[in-house]
């Protein structure tokens, strides 16, 4: 139970020194509100054009699934891999099976060309 | 006029000097009487009392502080380095070999004006530099650097490191998405997806550890590597390293995989309106992000703190303590370092002639004496102490990795978007999944017992 409070003491420490340092940087730095033109993004000095929080390509989000179904699966590999010893043959042929599917699934999108980059 | 003005008047220089210094001195002896004899045993016994309480409290200060000079050494190598990899001088006006640049560096970044845009929403701007700095802080509680000298040793160790790890994404994604410019939208999500992408590759190599060593504790990986250098995993999981090393190389988002802050193509990605110190927390969990990426390939392939040849050490040094000194021997080390400093000083003095003026030649005897009374106290706690070698090797095999890194980015060119996402997906995770499965094979035909622990 000791491991727990570690992790957020941690936790809690790293964020205090980060805003101590933020801070301690807000009372050292000068400030300047500027004009107008001062706040807008920096777009490689052209005016931004139309709206940033609005859609972008779908290739991230299709990344983004493919990453849910293996890292789900690699949760069950760690678990697998501190019993293996005990399971053996048995072990690694239903790993292997559990594998498999996924690899399918795999196939599949690279089939499709969701691997491929556009 | 009084008494005391009148007594003071008459008094010379020393005696002044006496007059002032001899009752402080006074009470700077008896205050430090008063320290060791009332003070000293009930502060002991209350830190003796709250043992654990004073280890957590050791433990994360230990690792926030560590952090500091880890990026001020990096960022002082990664300059340096490549300088000399590009056949320039590097930095050299500040503090030896421009040694003290990085330190000013922190300074530069402290005094800069904190900017953000207008558009940009403040809070999730403002979280972004302390998710992805919390991040990489948070993995390192669960690294090894010597025996008995680690953060917390978690029974999942391996999985805690990558689920911390992992959180970094969410750091880049929050600074792309609120800072209300194109450019750091593109760098968020090019950095989501790269990061994603090749982290599975990254978790299922080290299964095949895991599946050796039989545990997710650190501590355990690192035991269960003891003995010599042909007992690291590194030699029965050579493909795992490859996959570890590529895939850590773009998880730290470091040539030839920088394409967040691809600079020729968006700016500077995610970090395109960030200054000041919220800039400077990315940068410092970038190089603090070398560092532990390293110091995992280490731990895992490398043996951790393990020596490379098997010795004898740590050897009880019986013979140094025969008179009972014990802890005497700081006081005889800084008389030792007076003696050979005078001793040296005057030699150079005497034999130098004219072109030695005395603070020049003590000072010259003082560098001499400080290297070899150095040399032998650290001779001294590396072979009496088996902390003292596991810091020793578990830091010179990580600066190794680290060098590399800092290598590699004055090498290599940047990979294109499409190479870079196909390379993930099409070969880095079948073969860390055809690693794992002979890995398993292996272990099934050979039967062999669990590397005892």
Redesign the interface.
Same mark, same amino acid.
């Given at each position: 139970m000791t491991g727990i409070w570690y992790v957020l003491g941690l936790a809690a420490a790293g964020v205090g020194f980060v805003f101590l340092v933020i801070g301690l940087a807000w009372v050292l730095s000068h400030r300047n509100r500027g004009d107008g033109d001062k706040g807008l993004p920096y777009e490689s000095g052209i005016d931004t054009v139309g709206d940033t929080w609005g859609r972008f390509g779908v290739s991230f989000y299709i990344y983004a699934l493919l990453f849910v179904a293996f890292d789900v699966e690699v949760v069950f590999l760690f678990l697998w891999a501190i019993v293996f010893r005990s399971l053996l043959l048995g072990g690694l042929v239903s790993m292997g099976t559990f594998v498999l599917v996924l690899m399918l699934g795999l196939a599949y999108a690279w089939r499709k060309g969701v691997l491929t980059w556009r | 006029m009084t008494l005391a003005a009148r007594t003071w008047g008459r008094m010379s220089l020393t005696a002044r000097l006496t007059a002032i210094l001899l009752p402080l001195a006074v009470l700077l002896a008896v205050g430090t009487v008063v320290g060791i004899v009332f003070i000293l045993p009930p502060t002991m016994d209350f830190l003796g009392a709250n043992m654990?309480l004073v280890r =957590?409290v050791v433990?994360?200060?230990g690792?926030?502080v560590l952090t500091i000079p880890t990026a001020f050494v990096l960022i002082y190598m990664e300059l340096k380095v490549i300088a000399r990899m590009n056949l320039r001088v590097g930095p050299n006006r500040i503090g030896p070999w421009g040694a003290a640049m990085s330190l000013f560096h922190g300074f530069k970044?402290? #005094?800069?004006?904190?900017?953000a845009? /207008?558009?940009a929403d403040l809070t999730v701007f /403002?979280l972004a530099?302390?998710v992805t700095?919390?991040a990489s *802080? +948070?993995t390192l509680?669960v690294i090894p650097f010597a025996p008995g000298i680690f953060?917390?040793d %978690? !029974?999942i160790g391996?999985?805690?490191f990558f689920a911390m790890g992992g959180l970094a994404v969410l750091g880049l994604l929050m600074a792309g998405?609120a800072?209300? !410019?194109?450019? #750091? %939208?593109?760098g968020g999500?090019r950095s989501?997806?790269q990061i *994603?992408?090749y982290?599975?590759p990254l /978790? &299922?190599s080290v299964?095949g550890v895991? @599946?050796l060593a039989? /545990?997710?504790s650190m501590n355990g990986i690192v035991l269960s590597q003891s003995g010599s250098a042909l007992d690291w995993f590194a030699f029965k999981q050579p493909l795992a390293v490859l996959i570890f090393f590529i895939a850590a190389t773009a998880e730290a988002n470091r040539t030839p995989f920088d394409m967040t802050e691809a600079d020729s193509e968006i700016?500077a990605g995610f970090a395109?309106?960030y200054s000041? +110190?919220?800039f400077? =927390?990315f940068f410092f969990a970038e190089y603090v992000n070398v560092f532990i990426i390293s110091a995992l390939l280490v731990t895992l392939f490398f043996g951790g703190w393990t020596a490379p040849i098997n010795w004898p050490w740590p050897y009880n040094l019986n013979w140094l303590d025969a008179a009972g000194i014990g802890i005497l021997w700081i006081p005889i080390a800084l008389v030792a370092l007076v003696v050979a400093t005078d001793i040296l000083g005057a030699a150079i003095w005497l034999i130098g002639g004219r072109e030695w003026s005395a603070p020049s030649a003590f000072g010259l005897g003082l560098l001499i004496a400080g290297a070899g009374v150095t040399a032998a106290v650290g001779l001294a706690c590396f072979i009496a102490f088996d902390w003292v070698q596991g810091i020793f090797w578990f830091f010179a095999k990580t600066y190794v990795f680290v060098f590399t890194f800092v290598w590699m980015r004055g090498t290599l060119p940047r990979v294109r *978007?499409?190479q870079l +996402?196909?390379f993930a997906?099409?070969w880095l @995770?079948?073969a860390s999944?055809l690693n794992?499965?002979v890995t398993?094979?292996a &272990?099934?035909i050979l !039967?062999q017992p *669990?590397i005892p622990r």
């Amino acid at each position: 139970m000791t491991g727990i409070w570690y992790v957020l003491g941690l936790a809690a420490a790293g964020v205090g020194f980060v805003f101590l340092v933020i801070g301690l940087a807000w009372v050292l730095s000068h400030r300047n509100r500027g004009d107008g033109d001062k706040g807008l993004p920096y777009e490689s000095g052209i005016d931004t054009v139309g709206d940033t929080w609005g859609r972008f390509g779908v290739s991230f989000y299709i990344y983004a699934l493919l990453f849910v179904a293996f890292d789900v699966e690699v949760v069950f590999l760690f678990l697998w891999a501190i019993v293996f010893r005990s399971l053996l043959l048995g072990g690694l042929v239903s790993m292997g099976t559990f594998v498999l599917v996924l690899m399918l699934g795999l196939a599949y999108a690279w089939r499709k060309g969701v691997l491929t980059w556009r | 006029m009084t008494l005391a003005a009148r007594t003071w008047g008459r008094m010379s220089l020393t005696a002044r000097l006496t007059a002032i210094l001899l009752p402080l001195a006074v009470l700077l002896a008896v205050g430090t009487v008063v320290g060791i004899v009332f003070i000293l045993p009930p502060t002991m016994d209350f830190l003796g009392a709250n043992m654990p309480l004073v280890r =957590f409290v050791v433990a994360v200060v230990g690792i926030l502080v560590l952090t500091i000079p880890t990026a001020f050494v990096l960022i002082y190598m990664e300059l340096k380095v490549i300088a000399r990899m590009n056949l320039r001088v590097g930095p050299n006006r500040i503090g030896p070999w421009g040694a003290a640049m990085s330190l000013f560096h922190g300074f530069k970044v402290l #005094s800069k004006e904190d900017f953000a845009p /207008t558009g940009a929403d403040l809070t999730v701007f /403002t979280l972004a530099p302390v998710v992805t700095f919390l991040a990489s *802080v +948070m993995t390192l509680l669960v690294i090894p650097f010597a025996p008995g000298i680690f953060g917390q040793d %978690l !029974n999942i160790g391996v999985l805690y490191f990558f689920a911390m790890g992992g959180l970094a994404v969410l750091g880049l994604l929050m600074a792309g998405w609120a800072s209300f !410019n194109k450019y #750091s %939208l593109l760098g968020g999500l090019r950095s989501a997806a790269q990061i *994603v992408s090749y982290e599975i590759p990254l /978790t &299922i190599s080290v299964v095949g550890v895991v @599946l050796l060593a039989g /545990t997710m504790s650190m501590n355990g990986i690192v035991l269960s590597q003891s003995g010599s250098a042909l007992d690291w995993f590194a030699f029965k999981q050579p493909l795992a390293v490859l996959i570890f090393f590529i895939a850590a190389t773009a998880e730290a988002n470091r040539t030839p995989f920088d394409m967040t802050e691809a600079d020729s193509e968006i700016v500077a990605g995610f970090a395109t309106e960030y200054s000041g +110190m919220r800039f400077g =927390f990315f940068f410092f969990a970038e190089y603090v992000n070398v560092f532990i990426i390293s110091a995992l390939l280490v731990t895992l392939f490398f043996g951790g703190w393990t020596a490379p040849i098997n010795w004898p050490w740590p050897y009880n040094l019986n013979w140094l303590d025969a008179a009972g000194i014990g802890i005497l021997w700081i006081p005889i080390a800084l008389v030792a370092l007076v003696v050979a400093t005078d001793i040296l000083g005057a030699a150079i003095w005497l034999i130098g002639g004219r072109e030695w003026s005395a603070p020049s030649a003590f000072g010259l005897g003082l560098l001499i004496a400080g290297a070899g009374v150095t040399a032998a106290v650290g001779l001294a706690c590396f072979i009496a102490f088996d902390w003292v070698q596991g810091i020793f090797w578990f830091f010179a095999k990580t600066y190794v990795f680290v060098f590399t890194f800092v290598w590699m980015r004055g090498t290599l060119p940047r990979v294109r *978007v499409d190479q870079l +996402m196909g390379f993930a997906w099409k070969w880095l @995770l079948p073969a860390s999944l055809l690693n794992l499965f002979v890995t398993a094979a292996a &272990i099934i035909i050979l !039967n062999q017992p *669990v590397i005892p622990r």
